[in-house]
C-alpha cells in the first residue's frame, strides 16, 4: 500500500513553508539515490522492470481513504524492490510514477512532487533495514521484511503528519492518531507479501509474478471493497455525530444557564449569611467594622505565609462570616457589658458549633468552614470546640485566631479602652505555642516591622462582601 496526502490547499496556518519542505524531500531522495548501487539493477533488469511496471499500474488503481489521502498495494512491490535492488529500487519507481503523472498532466505538481518525496525516503529507509541483515534464508526473509514494512509506514506517516501540520496547523500527533494509527498492521502484512514475493521470484523467475498477480488483485479488490462500505458506515456516523452535536450544543447551553442560576443561588444564600453576620455584629456598638478589620488583618497574615489568589478569597469570605453561629446564642449572655459566668460562657462556647451547622448545607471551600468551627482552637489543645492540637487546627483557622484576638486587644470594649498595637502584638507573642500559632506569630511581627498592620489600622477596611466572591468548592 502507498498513501498520499490530500491536495494541499492554501489559506492554511504556515502554508508558505510547504514548498521548502516538499523541496528538501525531493532533494534528499536525490541525494540517497546519487549514492546508491545500480549494479544489482544490471544483474537482474527484467525483475526490476516488471516491478516497476506493478507499481506503475496499482499506483493508477488508488482508493480514496475517507478523503484524507489514498492508498494502493503498491508498498508490497515497493518493499520488494528495496530487498532486491537496495535504495535505488523504490526510488526509481517513484521517479516513474512522477513522470507518468507529469505525461498525464495530472494536477496539483506540488502535490506530485511531495509524493516522490515522501515514497521515495519511506521505499529508501525499508531497503536500509535489507542492507544490514543477510536474507538469503526465507526464514529471515519474512521476518525482515515485517520490519521493513514498519519502517516504511513509520518514515511514511511521519512525514505526512509534519505536512498536514504545516497545511492545517494541527498537532503532527494528532493528525497520525486521526488519520494513520490504523495503517500500520496493513503495512506489516504488505511486508510479509513483498518478502513471499521475493522468495518465489527468487525460486521460480519472472513467473512468480503471475502467480503472485492473483492474491495481489484479491488484496486489491478486498481493501476497496472494505474502504466502500467503511466508507458508508463512515457518512451515517457523521450525520449522527452532527446530529449528537446539535443536542450536545443544546444541553451545553442548559447547563451554562443551570450553572449560573446555581452560582445565583450561592451568592445571594452567601449575602444573606453575610448581612445576618453583620446584624449580628450591629447589635453591640462597640465591636462596629469588627469583621471586616479581622478580614483584613487575616489577609494580610495570608499573603504573608504564602496563600495564593482563591485561598486568600476563601479567606476573607471566612474571616467575614466566622461568628455567623452567635445567631443562635441569646442577646442577654451575647450583649453583657461584663464578664460572663461559667454556665453563660459555657452556651457562648457553642457558637463554632451553630456557624459550622449554618454553613455545612452551603458548598463553601473547605478553608471558609474550617475557619468558622476551629478560630477558636488553642495551639496548645485546650480551645474549642474539638480540642485540637498544633498543626492539627487548619491553618487559615490559626490565622484567624491571631486576627481576631489582634482586633479584639486593639479595640474599645465596654470594660476596657483599646491597647496600642506594640502591647497586643506582644501579649500575641506572649501567648505563642500556647494560644497562639508561632507561625502565625512569626508573620504577624514581619507586618508590624513592614507597616503593614498600621496602615490597615489607619485606612478604612473595605467591605469584604462574599456573595462577590467565587464560593464553588
Not at 456557624?355 to 458548598?363: A, F, Q, T
Not at 470594649?413 to 501579649?427: I, K, T
Not at 500559632?437 to 489607619?458: F, N
Request: net charge neutral.
Amino acid at each position: 500500500m502507498s498513501i498520499s496526502q490530500q491536495p494541499i490547499r492554501a489559506g492554511r496556518p504556515r502554508p508558505a513553508l510547504i514548498p521548502y519542505y516538499v523541496g528538501g524531500l525531493v532533494l534528499a531522495a536525490g541525494a540517497v539515490l546519487a549514492f546508491s548501487d545500480f549494479n544489482r539493477i544490471g544483474d537482474r533488469p527484467l525483475t526490476f522492470g516488471l516491478l516497476v511496471a506493478l507499481t506503475l499500474s496499482l499506483d493508477m488503481v488508488r482508493i480514496d481513504v475517507f478523503e484524507r489521502g489514498n492508498m494502493s498495494p503498491a508498498t508490497i512491490p515497493a518493499i520488494a524492490l528495496a530487498c532486491l535492488y537496495g535504495p535505488a529500487g523504490p526510488i526509481c519507481a517513484e521517479a516513474a510514477i512522477l513522470l507518468g503523472r507529469g505525461l498525464r498532466r495530472s494536477p496539483a505538481p506540488l502535490k506530485q512532487l511531495f509524493d516522490f518525496g515522501v515514497l521515495a525516503l519511506a521505499g529508501a529507509s525499508a531497503a536500509g533495514i535489507f542492507d544490514g541483515v543477510s536474507v538469503e534464508k526465507v526464514g529471515v526473509l519474512i521476518p525482515v521484511s515485517v520490519v521493513a514494512g514498519g519502517i516504511y509506514y513509520t518514515v511514511n506517516a511521519a512525514l505526512l503528519a509534519i505536512v498536514w501540520s504545516l497545511d492545517e496547523g494541527i498537532s503532527p500527533v494528532a493528525a497520525w492518531r486521526e488519520r494513520m494509527a490504523w495503517l500500520w498492521m496493513h503495512n506489516l502484512a504488505a511486508g510479509a507479501m513483498a518478502g513471499t514475493f521475493v522468495a518465489a521470484e527468487r525460486a521460480l523467475g519472472a513467473s512468480a509474478f503471475v502467480i503472485f498477480g492473483v492474491p495481489l488483485l484479491l488484496v486489491w479488490a478486498t481493501q476497496k471493497q472494505y474502504l466502500r462500505r467503511s466508507r458508508t458506515s463512515v457518512e451515517a456516523l457523521r450525520a449522527s455525530h452532527h446530529d449528537l452535536e446539535a443536542a450536545n450544543e443544546q444541553l451545553r447551553v442548559a447547563l451554562s444557564e443551570n450553572e449560573q442560576l446555581l452560582e445565583r443561588t450561592k451568592r445571594g444564600y452567601l449575602s444573606t449569611i453575610t448581612s445576618l453576620a453583620r446584624t449580628i455584629e450591629a447589635k453591640d456598638p462597640y465591636t462596629g467594622g469588627h469583621t471586616e478589620r479581622v478580614a483584613e488583618y487575616a489577609l494580610m497574615l495570608a499573603r504573608q505565609l504564602g496563600f495564593g489568589d482563591e485561598e486568600l478569597q476563601a479567606v476573607e469570605v471566612g474571616a467575614v462570616i466566622h461568628d455567623i453561629g452567635k445567631i443562635g446564642i441569646p442577646d442577654r449572655i451575647l450583649l453583657k457589658p461584663g464578664r460572663l459566668d461559667t454556665k453563660e460562657f459555657e452556651e457562648m462556647r457553642r457558637h463554632p458549633e451553630i456557624s459550622s451547622y449554618i454553613l455545612d448545607e452551603l458548598e463553601l471551600p473547605p478553608i471558609v468552614r474550617d475557619m468558622a468551627r476551629n478560630h477558636h482552637e488553642r495551639f496548645d489543645g485546650k480551645g474549642y470546640p474539638d480540642g485540637l492540637r498544633g498543626e492539627e487546627i487548619p491553618l487559615a483557622a490559626r490565622i484567624l485566631t491571631v486576627a481576631d484576638a489582634f482586633d479584639a486587644m486593639t479595640s474599645d470594649r465596654p470594660y476596657r479602652r483599646a491597647l496600642a498595637q506594640e502591647v497586643a502584638a506582644a501579649e500575641i507573642r506572649r501567648n505563642a505555642w500556647t494560644q497562639f500559632c508561632p507561625q502565625v506569630v512569626a508573620a504577624l511581627e514581619v507586618c508590624m516591622s513592614g507597616g503593614a498592620v498600621a496602615a490597615k489600622a489607619t485606612t478604612p477596611a473595605p467591605s469584604a462582601d462574599p456573595a462577590t466572591v467565587s464560593v464553588s468548592s
